[in-house]
Nanobody
Framework: QVQLLESGGGSVQAGGSLRLSCAAA????????MAWFRQAAGKEREGVAA????????YYADSVKGRFTISQDNAMNMVYLQMNSLKPEDTAMYYC??????????WGLGYRYNYWGQGTQVTVSS
């Protein structure tokens, strides 16, 4: 059973940075595609970033390209989301997700993921 636990959320002012962490257990990192999603109040969940099992490719939503970076430490079974130049519109609950897949095809589709964390809140004030 794969278990995911996010941490690192908080409140920051616009322009600030946060690093989210996702501690993963019960899986083989090399066979799981990992992603970060977010859901703002009253809005649909959206894919933010993903990284493929081979850790050779990363994918980002247009709204975060150039500001967010997804990375993974296989030795520590950790996935990170470094968020820079934060904007008020980045305010949301952020979720770590995992699926057993060799690629990130369709990475932004939440239904393709089997495992989810509980989420960590990010609030950006103007």
């Amino acid at each position: 059973q794969v278990q995911l636990l996010e941490s690192g959320g908080g409140s920051v002012q616009a322009g600030g940075s946060l690093r989210l962490s996702c501690a993963a257990a019960g899986y083989t990192a090399s066979t799981y595609s990992m992603a970060w999603f977010r859901q703002a109040a009253g809005k649909e969940r959206e894919g933010v970033a993903a990284i493929d099992p081979g850790r050779r490719s990363t994918y980002y939503a247009d709204s975060v390209k150039g500001r967010f970076t997804i990375s993974q430490d296989n030795a520590m079974n950790m996935v990170y989301l470094q968020m820079n130049s934060l904007k008020p519109e980045d305010t949301a609950m952020y979720y770590c997700a995992a699926r057993q897949s060799a690629t990130c095809l369709g990475w932004g589709l939440g239904y393709r993921y089997n495992y989810w964390g509980q989420g960590t809140q990010v609030t950006v004030s103007s």
